[in-house]
């Protein structure tokens, strides 16, 4: 009698520990039809265009006295070939662990969102026909996550209001190209003795209360293994619900020392919902200092370049299923000034002063 007692009393506590903390899976499958215009013209199955593909563990842990363990595991997929979107990162998209309270904020360490990064996805979007991506603006695409980043959250001292710091001893892998698309001088600050390359820090500030939205994110990065080229984004919005449609503003600048331009965005989005479960919405952006060269997104055009704008229109058109399910259509157009070369999605960039255009129809599912 005594032997059952134990092993019931045993059995509780470790039901109790395991009541305490939990491990979610969870994903995202988006795939799409897609006719792409570059330097050719593109037709093909795609993935990731109104969400990334993605699979997920997160989980939290009680540890007593309102303080909690964190992590979360994410790693891309893509939907049209089963591939991880990232060779050699298993978990490419999050892989972080933490700590928070109510009362001390939250504190990551590991491979996360950068600051700026979360703010752009979070109001205006950071797939392949968004502006932010199309406009390779580092903030949708050089820095869009960092590795061996230290993210604080403060606690919520004003309602609606959120604060947040950054660092990060080394952005990106030793393999990454600098800022003006050449060979890094030697590896990141994590795995060269002496290098700067790579080290970052970054803060955050974003207001939601009723139908207003404002916030700004900062981050400065390290771009060579001397320290001394730095490239710098500013990213600032603000957003207000009408409740017939949800008008968005926003200005992005991308700059590095040295002799190079800066990028300015400038852009606008309003989304409409037109009908019950149905929502499209329309933006427009324009780019100066678009950079011509086509190398990739760490490329910025020399200082004074003469007609290096262009212009982007976006349109969105989502219908939701359910909560989880919602099919999509979606359609970029860029104009190109004759200096600059700007692109929809992964398709080769055309000719400078040419224009691309992409129309996607999909299908996306949480889980």
């Known amino acids: 009698m005594k032997k059952t007692v134990l092993a019931l009393a045993a059995i509780a506590a470790s039901s109790a520990a395991f009541a305490q903390s939990s491990v979610t899976l969870y994903g995202v499958v988006d795939a799409s039809f897609e006719s792409i215009k570059g330097d050719k013209s593109y037709t093909r199955v795609s993935s990731d265009n109104l969400n990334t593909t993605r699979v997920g563990f997160k989980g939290t842990e009680d540890l007593g006295g309102g ?70 603006t580092l903030a949708g695409v050089a820095y869009r996550r ?55 820090f970054g803060f955050a500030a974003n207001f939601v209360q009723g139908p207003i939205g404002a916030g700004l994110a900062y981050i400065s990065a390290n771009a060579t293994a001397d320290g001394k080229t730095d490239q710098t984004g500013l990213y600032v919005y603000g957003s207000y619900d009408f409740g017939l449609a949800k008008l968005t503003a926003y200005f992005d600048q991308d700059k590095q020392d040295g002799a190079f331009d800066k990028r300015k965005v400038y852009g606008a989005k309003v989304a409409v919902p037109v009908a019950t479960n149905f929502v499209v919405t329309a933006g427009y952006a324009a780019v100066k200092g678009a950079d011509a060269s086509g190398v990739g997104s760490y490329t910025f055009n020399a200082q004074n370049t003469a007609k290096d704008s262009s212009k982007v229109a976006t349109l969105v058109a989502q219908y939701s299923l359910s909560k989880r399910t919602a099919v999509y259509s979606r359609f970029t157009e860029v104009w190109n000034d004759d200096n600059a070369g700007l692109k929809v999605s992964d398709v080769n960039a055309p000719a400078n002063g040419k224009g691309s255009r992409g129309l996607a129809v999909g299908i996306s599912h949480a889980f």
């Open 67 to 136: 303080l909690k363990a964190n992590f979360n595991l994410e790693a891309a997929v893509k939907s049209d070939t089963g591939a991880f979107g990232d060779t050699g990162r298993a978990f490419n998209r999050a892989a972080w662990v933490g700590v928070s309270s109510v009362d001390a904020g939250e504190l990551r360490i590991g491979r996360q969102d950068s600051l700026i990064g979360g703010l752009v996805a979070g109001t205006i979007g950071a797939q392949g026909y968004d502006e932010s991506v199309v406009a390779q």
């Open 146 to 200: 960092l590795d061996n980043a230290l993210t604080y959250s403060a606690p919520a001292f004003v309602p609606g209001l959120s604060l947040s710091a950054q660092y990060s001893t080394a952005a990106n892998p030793s393999s990454t190209t600098s800022a003006n698309g050449a060979a890094p001088a030697g590896g990141n600050a994590e795995s060269t003795k002496g290098s700067k390359q790579g080290r970052s």
